[in-house]
């Protein structure tokens, strides 16, 4: 088994980044050696420090499915033959980011729509936007593959930018707080990429437990045998349907995978 979990909302709280309240379901995953892999709309420099207050070193997906990290030390070199950065193999799922900010751009130009993404603001005004200290806020802004932006025109222009930039080969994805546009991939599309390359690593096709929050995190909740969802603060999980069983948790973000991951480990 291998747990594929969202961060923000779902392992850290929606408001504070805290993921206290999960240790012990963490320690008990760690004891148990289940691999836990983040995939989650941060970048690979967040990811990488979140796993040093963890401490763990595991295998991660980061900007919504656009990029796939190995560790060197435990995973051969994929026949994709990607460049290794910070002992980590990079394998690129989804597209290069200033292809796609220069893209929005162009069309921002062309049909007057409003809207602010992480090119436009300040490091201020990101901090402002999401609270995250300005050590973290600097590494969210270091994106590889992907532009979250906060929408500020109607949502009939919204429907119509979505629809652009779709058949364009774009994927627009709903986060917590921002939407999010990249390449042709998603959450579900990488972690099971993962889970071949696991199965190929001398394991066998591992069962999926996985947990989110939010819109962005229905591909990965549907492969996946045991689809958590964590409650949030600030919006209610959209019907849908998926392979295997749908878990509602009763309490908040960290809180809430704690005790779904301990109640899982049980059976
Ligand atoms: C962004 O992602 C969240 C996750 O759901 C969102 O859309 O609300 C990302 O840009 C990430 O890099 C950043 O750390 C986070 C901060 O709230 O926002
Ligand atoms: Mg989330
Ligand atoms: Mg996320």
Redesign the pocket.
Same mark, same amino acid.
């Given at each position: 088994v291998i747990v594929a979990t969202d961060l923000? %909302?779902t392992l850290l709280d929606h408001h504070d980044y805290s993921w206290q309240a999960a240790a012990p379901a963490l320690q008990a995953l760690k004891e148990a050696e289940v691999p836990i892999i983040i995939n989650t709309?941060?970048?690979f420099e967040?990811v990488l420090e979140l796993q040093k207050a963890l401490g763990i070193v595991e295998p991660f997906i980061v900007e919504n499915g656009s990029g796939l990290f190995l560790p060197v030390n435990t995973y051969p070199q994929p026949d994709t033959r990607p460049e290794q950065v910070a002992g980590f193999w990079q394998c690129t799922l989804g597209s290069d980011r200033e292809a796609i900010v220069a893209r929005l751009h162009e069309l921002r130009e062309a049909n007057g729509w409003q809207f602010s993404g @992480?090119a436009d603001m300040t490091l201020t005004d990101l901090i402002q936007h999401?609270g995250?200290p300005e050590e973290?806020a600097r590494k969210?802004m270091k994106r590889r593959f992907s532009e979250?932006l906060v929408w500020k025109d109607t949502d009939a222009a919204f429907a119509e930018f979505k629809a652009q930039l779709e058949a364009e080969g774009y994927r627009i994805l709903k %986060? %917590?707080? @921002?939407v999010?546009v990249l390449g042709d991939t998603d959450k579900g599309y990488a972690v099971t990429r993962f889970a071949d390359i696991f199965a190929t690593n001398g394991e066998t096709f591992p069962k999926i437990i996985a947990l989110g929050d939010?819109p962005?995190d229905i591909e990965m909740l549907q492969v996946a045998d045991y689809a958590v969802l964590v409650r949030s603060p600030v919006q209610n999980f959209p019907e849908f349907n998926s392979k295997g069983v749908q878990i509602r948790t009763s309490a908040f973000g960290p809180e809430g995978w704690n005790e779904a991951i301990q109640s899982l480990l049980q059976h």
């Open positions: 923000d %909302g709309s941060k970048t967040e @992480f999401t995250l973290n969210a979250p %986060g %917590g707080r @921002f999010h939010s962005n």
